[in-house]
Antibody
Framework: QLQLQESGPGLVKPSETLSLTCTVS??????????WAWVRQPPGKGPEWIGS???????YYNPSLQSRVTMVVDTSKNQFSLRVFSVTAADRAVYFC????????????????WGQGTLVTVSS | QSALTQPPSASGSPGQSVTISCAGS?????????VSWYQQFPGKAPKLIIY???KRPLGVPDRFSGSKSGKTASLTVSGLQTDDEADYYC??????????FGGGTKLTVL
């Protein structure tokens, strides 16, 4: 049974860096042929795709966030991570990690497995 | 502001059918058949219920159906049940390795 679990601070100060990690169980990232992603959802609003990453480290980012976002994969820990730089109140959201539903295909396919999500608040 | 436009609310009585629209552009829904729909309950992650415009993942009842015409996709829920009361989001591949979502529709079962 594939499971994803987000972890990281729930409170970040304005202008600082938001850092989250997604731990994957039930699949091995090093041999997985799937892309993995971060999606965020501000309270009461629709989701926003942040970016996707492959086990090789290949990444695709939402153009609207690309200048402030970095994703990294650590296959030894079966984790992938997200960093959002220079956060503002607009970055307050529930952050989900997820898996694209079909092998390869990069960003083309929707998400079939999701973590439970973690709320990140930006405040001093 | 979301890239795809959905009505903020929809409603129907048990047993009835309701259709939720999702308006996009020539860059996403208008040219790609990678439209998906998600169901989300409060405090939970979204659940994929429709992909590739009209396909259902295993375990999703056939009461849920999807379609597309031009730049607009639609989700129809037939035989409404109280358990269907949730938020519904559309999503589409938008080319150049981009995914976009709608702002969501709150479905109320009266």
């Amino acid at each position: 049974q594939l499971q994803l679990q987000e972890s990281g601070p729930g409170l970040v100060k304005p202008s600082e860096t938001l850092s989250l990690t997604c731990t994957v169980s039930g699949d091995s990232l090093i041999s997985s042929r799937y892309y993995w992603a971060w999606v965020r959802q501000p309270p009461g609003k629709g989701p926003e795709w942040i970016g996707s990453i492959y086990s090789s480290g290949n990444t695709y980012y939402n153009p609207s966030l690309q200048s402030r976002v970095t994703m990294v994969v650590d296959t030894s820990k079966n984790q992938f991570s997200l960093r959002v730089f220079s956060v503002t109140a607009a970055d307050r959201a529930v952050y989900f990690c997820a898996r694209h539903s079909r092998p390869m295909g990069a960003v083309t396919y929707p998400f079939d497995y999701w973590g439970q999500g973690t709320l990140v608040t930006v405040s001093s | 502001q979301s890239a795809l436009t959905q009505p903020p609310s929809a409603s129907g009585s048990p047993g009835q059918s309701v259709t939720i629209s999702c308006a996009g552009s020539i860059d996403d829904i208008g040219i790609h058949d990678f439209v998906s729909w998600y169901q989300q309950f409060p405090g939970k992650a979204p659940k994929l219920i429709i992909y590739d415009v009209s396909k259902r993942p295993l375990g999703v009842p056939d009461r849920f159906s999807g379609s597309k015409s031009g730049k607009t996709a639609s989700l129809t829920v037939s035989g409404l049940q109280t358990d269907d009361e949730a938020d519904y989001y559309c999503s589409s591949y938008a080319g150049n390795n981009r995914l976009v979502f709608g702002g969501g529709t709150k479905l109320t079962v009266l």
